[in-house]
């Protein structure tokens, strides 16, 4: 097909845009049943696609679709509406804490590592079992008693897949929250683990839910989030996690527990959680303890954290090592000395105020549009959308107007439950963009009555 028959269709459908027949957020079909339709091949229909979106016409969403964002542009090029959002784009989706004077803190930990001789040792090769220093600090952080149990990886999804590599054979099946994070269907794809989506209420995941998945098909292993669950930030009370392990003990199902946000909710003393103490606690025999230091400190020199049943160390090793997933040598000698000064310990504190500050913005600008679920300590709030909104097509629009948020689909495990939600990280943009961005957002949600924040578990 010539240039000017392809451009000849993208002319056609932006006059459809222009006139409001397509409105801002619709989606467009497949490209290959936009082909069938108008009678021409996938690669024209892609050609097509390809114009629209050059022109600021349409946005494409991997794995969604390909959605409508703008008016057609006038004589002079300028669209006839225009972006009514930010003037510059505000991620939503990403979401790494940064407390003011991070940079400050980190810097005078850092500057004996530089030294030549201490350099070097720095920059050799680290064990899974990294250093007794660094087992000694990540124990008392944790507040762990035996720091042989700890193993360290790059990171904390590097942890969560060692753990789940080092539990289940390619094939088997993976209990999880029915929303979980995005990145475990990642992991479970490339390790061939089949996820078994666990039905959900107000505390957490139900323990009947996780036995008759079990009676369904043995389960290999259970992924959970028990404190601040990504997306909707529930913490499981102390009761419901002790019926869960009842019912994990009673069948012998191994839990890898992601505590990665949970700084923001517990506070470790001795031997006392202000907050819910880790599922480990109550089972103890079956559960490895997944955390890191990438929100505690910053995402760029980071160190996963694995607290493993004694048993189980040198498995859980080997599969670090089998998957090339060991932690830096310079991350964890940093990571020793900013645990020992203090430093991890004030940026947590600042982090907690920082998160309080943004879930206060969060209630201000989206008080009164659908429902929101979200613990005032938690950097991500859960949105379930007004009615006439989808998931897709809001975030679409959304996009349109320059802001980035994660759509519900991208946390379901079973595609067809899908919720008409979307997920609003809130650590990464600057305050005063936030604020906007929340605002923008509350009016193109169009007012639906709902309800504030509130604090779950």
Not at 31 to 39: C, E, I, N, Y
Not at 289 to 300: I, T
Not at 327 to 347: H, P
């Amino acid at each position: 097909m010539r240039d000017r028959d392809y451009r000849r269709i993208a002319d056609r459908i932006a006059a459809d845009i222009a006139s409001g027949r397509l409105g801002p957020g619709q989606r467009l079909p497949p490209q290959r049943t936009f082909a069938r339709r108008h009678g021409i091949a996938a690669s024209t229909a892609g050609r097509v696609y390809g114009e629209l979106v050059r022109r600021g016409l349409v946005v494409g969403e991997v794995g969604r679709g390909t959605f409508v964002r703008a008016h057609a542009p006038a004589a002079d090029g300028r669209p006839l509406v225009e972006p009514t959002g930010p003037a510059t784009p505000v991620n939503l989706q990403l979401n790494y804490p940064s407390a003011p004077g991070q940079s400050e803190l980190l810097a005078p930990a850092l500057a004996p590592l530089l030294r030549p001789d201490v350099l070097t040792g720095a920059l050799r090769p680290a064990a899974a079992t990294g250093t007794a220093a660094a087992r000694e600090a990540a124990a008392a952080l944790l507040g762990v008693p035996d720091p042989g149990r700890v193993l360290f990886t790059g990171n904390a999804r590097q942890a969560i897949a060692a753990a789940l590599a080092s539990l289940v054979r390619p094939g088997g099946r993976v209990g999880v929250e029915e929303l979980t994070y995005p990145l475990v269907k990642e992991i479970a794809g490339r390790l061939g683990h089949t996820l078994v989506p666990l039905a959900m209420d107000a505390g957490g995941v139900r323990p009947d839910a996780v036995a008759a998945a079990h009676r369904g098909a043995p389960l290999s292993a259970l992924y959970l989030q028990p404190t601040l669950h990504n997306p909707t930030s529930t913490t499981m009370s102390g009761a419901r996690r002790a019926e869960l392990a009842v019912v994990v003990t009673a069948l012998g199902i191994p839990v890898v527990e992601d505590r990665i946000w949970s700084f923001l909710h517990d506070a470790y003393e001795g031997d006392a959680y202000e907050g819910q103490e880790p599922f480990a606690r109550h089972a103890p025999g079956l559960t490895h303890l997944v955390d890191g230091l990438s929100k505690r400190v910053a995402p760029g020199l980071t160190v996963g954290l694995l607290v493993v049943p004694p048993e189980r160390v040198d498995a859980v090793a080997d599969a670090i090592r089998s998957g090339g997933w060991s932690a830096g040598r310079f991350a964890l000698e940093a990571a020793v000395r900013w645990i020992g000064d203090g430093t991890v310990a004030r940026l947590v504190a600042a982090k907690r105020a920082d998160a309080a500050r943004r879930q206060a913005l969060v209630r201000r600008a989206l008080a009164g549009t659908g429902v929101l679920r979200c613990d005032p300590r938690a950097y991500y709030a859960w949105w379930e959308l007004p009615s006439p909104w989808r998931a897709d097509t809001f975030a679409a629009a959304a996009a349109a107007r320059g802001i980035a948020v994660t759509p519900g689909p991208a946390f379901a495990v079973d595609p067809g439950r899908a919720p008409d939600a979307v997920r609003l990280g809130l650590a990464s943009a600057p305050e005063e963009e936030l604020g906007r961005a929340l605002v923008t957002l509350a009016g193109l949600a169009g007012g639906a009555a709902g309800s504030g924040c509130g604090r779950s578990g």
